[in-house]
C-alpha cells in the first residue's frame, strides 16, 4: 500500500481576527503544536496580523501564510501585498485562487495561474484553490470545471522544484454549513491526482491535495481517511483553535494507523 502523504492542515481566517486577538489565537495553535508531530500546520491571519501572528510563530512547528498576494514585486498597486512582503512579514505559504477571490474580486484563471508562478518564484509555497459552483455541480459539470482551473497553473507547479498544495472547495460548501461527503471528495481528488501524474509522477507523489469546504470536528475524519485527501484547509473551525486542534488530531490519528 502506498504510505500516506503527510497531513497539511491549514486555516483560513478571512477577514477575522486582525489584530490582537489574532495574536492571542496563533499563541494557542502554537501551543497545539507539540502534540501534532505528524501533520504540518498552517494559519492564514489577514495581513495586518501576519507579521505579528509569524513573531508568535517563530521557532514552533506553526508555518503562516498570505490569504492572496499579486503576482508583482513592487508598483503602483494600491492596497495589494507583493511576494516579497510576505516573505517579510514570516509567510512561507500563501493561498492563491480562493473562490471567494474568484468571485467577488474577477480573479481568472490566467490570473491565479500568474500569481502561483510568482509564488514559487519568489520562493513562497502555493496552496491553490480550485472548485465548483452549485449550478455547475448540478449540471454535471464539476470535473470538467476543476479540470480547467487545474490545468492553467499545472505547468507553473510542474516547472517548480518547490512544494505545492491543491484544495478542493467546492463553491457550494464554503460557509454553508454543507460539504461534499467522503466519496464525492475522493471523486475529485483522485481526478486531480491522475492530472498531476500526466505531468509528473513525482508531482503526484509530493502535491498534498486539501479538502475545503466546511470542515469541521465531526466530519474531518471522515474527509481525511479517504486516500486522495491529504489534509484540509478550514475556514470558520479555523477561528476556535479547539476546532482547529481536534482537526488536526483526526489527521494525525489518520497519518500514524
Known amino acids: ?136 455541480r448540478e449540471a454535471g459539470r464539476t470535473l470538467a470545471v476543476v479540470e480547467r482551473q487545474v490545468r492553467a497553473f499545472l505547468p507553473a507547479l510542474a516547472a517548480s522544484s518547490r512544494p505545492a498544495a491543491i484544495a478542493y472547495e467546492p463553491v457550494w460548501a464554503i460557509g454553508t454549513g454543507k460539504n461534499a461527503g467522503p466519496a464525492e471528495a475522493q471523486e475529485v481528488h483522485a481526478a486531480i491526482r491522475a492530472w498531476l501524474q500526466a505531468a509528473s509522477m513525482e508531482l503526484a507523489s509530493d502535491t498534498r491535495i486539501l479538502y475545503g469546504g466546511s470542515v469541521k470536528l465531526d466530519n474531518a475524519r471522515d474527509l481525511l481517511a479517504s486516500p486522495d485527501v491529504d489534509g484540509a484547509l478550514v475556514g470558520g473551525a479555523s477561528l476556535d483553535a479547539a476546532s482547529f486542534g481536534g482537526i488536526a488530531r483526526a489527521a494525525e490519528a489518520l497519518s500514524t494507523s
Not at 502554537?30 to 502534540?35: E, F, I, M, Q
Request: charged letters at 20%.
Open 1 to 136: 500500500m502506498t504510505p500516506r502523504r503527510r497531513p497539511l492542515v491549514a486555516g483560513n481566517w478571512k477577514m477575522h481576527h486582525g489584530g490582537s486577538t489574532g495574536v492571542e489565537l496563533a499563541t494557542e495553535v502554537v501551543r497545539l503544536a507539540p502534540s501534532l508531530l505528524h501533520v504540518d500546520l498552517v494559519i492564514a491571519p489577514p495581513f495586518t496580523a501576519l507579521a505579528a501572528c509569524a513573531h508568535e510563530c517563530d521557532g514552533s512547528r506553526v508555518e503562516v501564510a498570505g490569504q492572496n498576494m499579486h503576482p508583482k514585486d513592487s508598483g503602483a498597486f494600491t492596497g495589494e501585498v507583493s511576494p516579497r512582503m510576505l516573505l517579510d512579514a514570516g509567510c512561507t505559504w500563501v493561498i492563491l485562487g480562493h473562490s471567494e477571490r474568484r468571485q467577488h474580486f474577477g480573479e481568472s484563471d490566467a490570473f491565479v495561474a500568474e500569481k502561483i508562478a510568482a509564488a514559487l518564484a519568489a520562493g513562497l509555497r502555493p496552496i491553490a484553490c480550485v472548485g465548483e459552483t452549485l449550478a455547475e
